[in-house]
Nanobody, 127 residues
Framework: QVQLVESGGGLVQAGDSLRLSCAAS????????MGWFRQGPGKERDIVAA????????YYPDSVKGRFTISRDNAKNTVYLQMNSLKPEDTAVYYC????????????????????WGQGTQVTVSS
């Protein structure tokens, strides 16, 4: 089991950058695929990035591809989301999620495939 705590959210202007961090407890972080999701007001929770256990495989939807970068440091039990060229439509609560996987394969892309979630951190992008 793993507990996840996000940090790094805040209020920024369009075009700015922000880096989110997600610290995980436990000694098995390296066996978890990790994902970042976001949920805006009245919207569903959508994936913005995912990374496999070793970091070999990464996934981004078209909406953030080229602007967001997911990375992880297994020695620090932390996963990051670097967000560049932020837009007002990126405004949402951002959640970190984790799922134990048996091998280093492409990470899950659906929220239903993740069992562990952080509490979320608010990102607000003003125009």
């Amino acid at each position: 089991q793993v507990q996840l705590v996000e940090s790094g959210g805040g209020l920024v202007q369009a075009g700015d950058s922000l880096r989110l961090s997600c610290a995980a407890s436990g000694r098995t972080f390296s066996s978890y695929a990790m994902g970042w999701f976001r949920q805006g007001p009245g919207k569903e929770r959508d994936i913005v990035a995912a990374i496999s256990r070793s970091g070999l495989f990464r996934y981004y939807p078209d909406s953030v591809k080229g602007r967001f970068t997911i990375s992880r440091d297994n020695a620090k039990n932390t996963v990051y989301l670097q967000m560049n060229s932020l837009k007002p439509e990126d405004t949402a609560v951002y959640y970190c999620a984790g799922q134990s996987t048996p091998s280093d394969s492409p990470p899950p892309r659906s929220s239903v495939d993740y069992n562990y979630w952080g509490q979320g951190t608010q990102v607000t992008v003003s125009s």
